[in-house]
Every structure is written in structure tokens, then in C-alpha cells.
């Protein structure tokens, strides 16, 4: 490329007969350098690519609001920076394969996240890893892509493999088996189909997952969906969203997040009787579950007098987030290291450590900063409030 | 404007210096570019000294009827009983380089792992784990009294443990790897 750099005329030496030994030595030299950073770019091309598809992963927040209602309708147009054509048709074909078996839309989150972690949603017809091939690098050895019994199909198990409706209709029938697929951490439920070395890699993928199931079917992660058809709703307590999400109890909110009352409330009241269950917002693994009081007691009622959030509970979700769940009347239902379901009770309502009478002081954290949780479930299709 | 031979630029030793720099210019900032955005990290290789591995805490007291941390003087001896833990665990699930048959690789690591961790492990083929050594300090992040995030370099990028304060003691829940 160097090679075409022309310096102005007027400075040229006058001896312009060129030697041509000491040209063709470094004409030789130019194309070698040339190949050499050809190499290098080709080589560090996938790695910046990566790079894209990665900060998007990492960043991905659900824009998308309210329990959206157009859930089955795949969007062909639809363009997202960073994805080239073919990762989009494919992400379009596991969408399109999960809904023909009736699948529900927390599936073809899990199914995009699997295949996005596996192949970037590229559908790689030659094994590069061991014996993996396809979209989400099922291995024939493993016993993936066998012909069903008196099948007609003539294909090899890898050529199977290759084809993404085969692999998707696979992945699928997998999940499918698992009990409570739906409502348990997409990392559990993704290695227990896939059997990766490191299992939680799957679920750094899920924001995005649900991003790219909202953009291309307008909004299907953000809701529950009973069977095809019935019109997307917003879950009750213990139903879950597309997202994996659900509301810890239904009530209205009581005090809000930093008020200018309490601009030190790092959570909303939740106005729930004494003894409503209270419910994951979503799957994750319990960090703590403990009494926290300035007494030392949790089980009778606390005062405004008493420091603490009483009886409570926090869960690590994946990517950074962790809901906090206080003045529990008794003592939590899950052990710390506990892995718990979206939607599984926690424990009841009560009025422990700082408060003044039966609330669920209820927090979202990102990296450990209190967020709004108003506008947190509401972006994951869960929003707080009454409803029904 | 007239066209001279290609020699006559090419001998030119200002010249060459300068189509030097723009290559130098070129290679560097490819490798820029590939630092910057690529998920390889420059530093936490092998070769590093002795350096006290670094913890930090996530700030859990806050606002009125949020946690009280009056009484919480653990969150350092729970960064390290969680450091030992989690660096011992990625040591024992990565890549066997010694012959170790899979059945033994796994009964290495469940003393290390929660119950539902070792399940999911149970069938793993370890030769698809990417990494074979640690090449680093491992560091702590306190998530709780009862939780911290073990984070142990390696050859094939930050091992990620979510490690917690069990009745059987500290153990790891979950294990990530990768930026």
C-alpha cells in the first residue's frame, strides 16, 4: 500500500535511470511487509469483531417496555448494529423453529444465548473444536444429530448438525425435557442441555438474548404467554417473562426510590399484608439470607428506632445484578448458596428490623449501585404496582 | 502531471524512512487496535511478583431501612477465606495436563463446589477447558458477609467463582471464564 505514496515531482533526483538489483531487493521487502500486516489484520479482524458483538453483550439494557402484544410476529426488516446478515437470519430461524414446537419465548431466550455463546450465531459447517459443529456446536460424538429410528434422513450426523433447523429442533426437544426449564438460572438450564466446562458463560448472553428476541419478534421476552395465540400479559407473582422475570409481590408502591423525603431510600416500599409470600424477582444464587438489626432480633416486629432491614434476603442474578428482599416476618425460606428459581417463595412479609409496620422493602442493584426498581422490572416486563 | 518510474521514489532514502514509519505506523496500530478492543488482556501474565491480591467491597450499607453494617467487621476475613477457596477450586478444574482421567479431574473439585455446581459438572469433558494454568494473583470482590467474586487468572483469560459462606463452609456456586 506504501507503494503508491507519491511524492511531489519536483523533488525527484535527477538520476532517474532506477538500479535495478537494489529495486526488485526492496520491492520484494514492500510485499513481504505487506503480507505481514495483511496477516495481521485478518488475524486481529475476529478479535475486534468480537469485540462489538462483546460491549453489546455487556451493555445490553431491555429498551423495550410493557408487556408487549405483537410476540409471534417475526420481523424480517429488522437490522441490529454489529450483526451481520447471517447471524441475524439465523437468530430469526431459532426464533421461527421455537415457535413451531409450541415453544414459549423464555426458550428461544435461552436458545439465542446458548447459540450466541457457542457460534456467535455463525453456523459453522466444519469442526474446529473437537468434533463441534453448527449453531450451537452440538458434537456428534456426544451422540448429537443420530437419525431418528426408521427416518428417512440420509444425512451424517454433522451434516445434520449444520443445518440450523435441525439444530435449533434439537437444542429445543432437549430443553423441553428438563423440569422447570422456564423458571431455573438460564446457566443451569443451558449446561444441562450443552455440558460446557464453564456453565455461566451461557448467561452473561441472556440480556442480550432477550434484546434480540424483543427487536425481532417486537417485544415477545417482555411478557408471559400462556399458549400461542392468547395475547402477551404481564406476570403474576411466580408467572414468569420471556426476560426470566417476575414481581416479588403485587402492591402498590409505598415509598419510592430516593424520594426527596428519603433521598436515602436505595429501594421501593412494596404495601403487602403480613404473611403475603414473597417471590424471586428472578433465578439466582442466594448471597446472604440473615437478621440484620441493630437489636439483634428479627422476630418480633422492629421500630423505626431499630437499624437494619430485619430478616432478609439477597440473590447474585447473572451480569452484575442483585435484588434485595427486607423485614422478612420469620426467618428466610432459602440458605445461603442456594440456587433458586424465578419465582420461588423467599419467605412472608413482616415488619422486622427499621420499620413501622408490614412492607417489602425491595431493592435492584447493578454492580452493587441501588438502581430505580420501578424502572428496572419495568424494562424486564415485570412492573411493580396492583394489578388484576 | 507526469509519471515518474517507481525506482526513482523508491530509491530516495527520505523516502524509504518514510514508507518505514507509515508501516511501523500501521503494524502498531493494528496492534492498537487489537489491545484495546481484543478480550487478551496485557497485564495479570505470568511473571508477575508477589503482589498483595487486591479485594474490594461492594458498599452494602445504605439508605435508612436498607442493611445496617454497624456490627460487620468479616468483610475482610471473608475476601480471604473466599480467595483460598476459589483459587483452589480453578487449580483443580483446570485442564488436567497430567493423565488424570475424567472421573478423577471431577473428584477433585467437588469438595470445592457447592452440590449443584459439581452436578453440572459431573459429565464435563474437561480436554474442552480452554485454560491449564493459573498465571496470576487472584482477587476478591465482597458481594456480602457471605459471598465474595474470586476472580484467577489464567492462561486462557480471568476465571470468574461466585464463592459463598455454606454450613459445610466456603464453597463456589458458579464458575465463569473469559472476559
Known sequence: ?388 | MARLPAGVYVRRPGYRILSALVLAVIVAGVVLLARLFGSASPDGSAGAGPAPAPSRTVSSSEGDDSVYAGDSPSAEAASSAALGVGENFVRAWLQPTDGRSQEQWHAGLVRYAQPDLATQLRDVDPTTNPATAVTGQPTATVLSETSAEVVVPTDAGPATALCVLTADGWRVATIDLGE
Open chain 1, 1 to 388: 500500500m506504501s507503494l503508491d505514496l507519491r511524492p511531489d515531482a519536483a523533488d525527484a533526483p535527477p538520476d532517474g535511470e532506477a538500479r535495478p538489483g537494489r529495486l526488485r531487493k526492496l520491492v520484494v521487502v514492500g510485499i513481504a511487509l505487506l503480507a505481514v500486516s495483511a496477516l495481521l489484520c485478518l488475524g486481529f479482524t475476529p478479535m475486534v469483531f468480537n469485540s462489538v458483538v462483546q460491549s453489546m453483550r455487556d451493555s445490553a439494557e431491555n429498551a423495550q417496555e410493557g408487556c408487549g402484544s405483537l410476540g409471534f410476529s417475526v420481523d424480517d426488516d429488522v437490522k441490529i448494529d454489529g450483526l451481520a446478515a447471517d447471524q441475524l437470519q439465523n437468530a430469526a430461524t431459532i426464533i421461527g423453529v421455537g415457535q413451531q414446537m409450541k415453544v414459549p419465548p423464555r426458550g428461544w431466550v435461552i436458545a439465542l444465548a446458548t447459540a450466541l455463546q457457542e457460534s456467535l450465531l455463525h453456523n459453522y459447517t466444519v469442526a474446529t473444536d473437537h468434533d463441534s459443529v453448527g449453531l450451537f456446536q452440538q458434537r456428534p460424538s456426544s451422540g448429537w444429530g443420530n437419525a431418528s429410528a426408521g427416518a428417512t434422513d440420509t444425512r451424517t450426523p454433522a451434516q445434520r448438525l449444520a443445518d440450523p433447523k435441525y439444530a435449533s429442533a434439537k437444542f429445543y426437544e432437549k430443553l423441553l425435557r428438563m423440569p422447570n426449564w422456564t423458571s431455573r438460572r438460564l446457566a443451569e438450564v443451558a449446561q444441562a442441555v450443552q455440558i460446557s466446562a464453564f456453565p455461566e458463560r451461557y448467561a452473561r448472553w441472556e440480556p442480550f438474548a432477550t434484546l434480540l428476541v424483543n427487536r425481532i419478534t417486537k417485544g415477545a421476552a417482555n411478557g408471559v404467554v400462556a399458549t400461542e395465540g392468547d395475547p402477551i400479559r404481564c406476570p403474576a407473582p411466580g408467572q414468569i417473562t420471556g426476560a426470566g422475570w417476575t414481581v416479588p409481590a403485587l402492591g402498590q408502591v409505598g415509598s419510592g426510590f430516593r424520594t426527596p423525603e428519603r433521598p436515602g431510600h436505595a429501594g421501593v416500599d412494596l404495601i403487602v399484608p403480613r404473611y403475603t409470600v414473597i417471590h424471586a424477582a428472578s433465578a439466582g444464587i442466594v448471597v446472604t439470607s440473615k437478621c440484620n438489626a441493630s437489636t439483634g432480633n428479627c422476630d418480633v416486629d422492629g421500630s423505626p428506632a431499630v437499624k437494619g432491614c430485619g430478616w432478609y434476603v439477597e440473590i447474585a442474578h447473572t451480569t452484575g445484578l442483585t435484588t434485595r428482599y427486607c423485614h422478612m416476618v420469620t426467618r428466610p425460606l432459602v440458605t445461603v448458596g442456594q440456587s433458586v428459581a424465578a419465582g420461588q417463595p423467599l419467605g412472608r412479609v413482616g415488619s422486622s428490623g427499621n420499620s413501622s409496620g408490614p412492607h417489602l422493602h425491595f431493592e435492584t442493584r447493578v454492580n452493587g449501585d441501588a438502581v430505580n426498581p420501578v424502572s428496572f422490572m419495568a424494562a424486564r416486563g415485570a412492573p411493580l404496582g396492583t394489578r388484576q
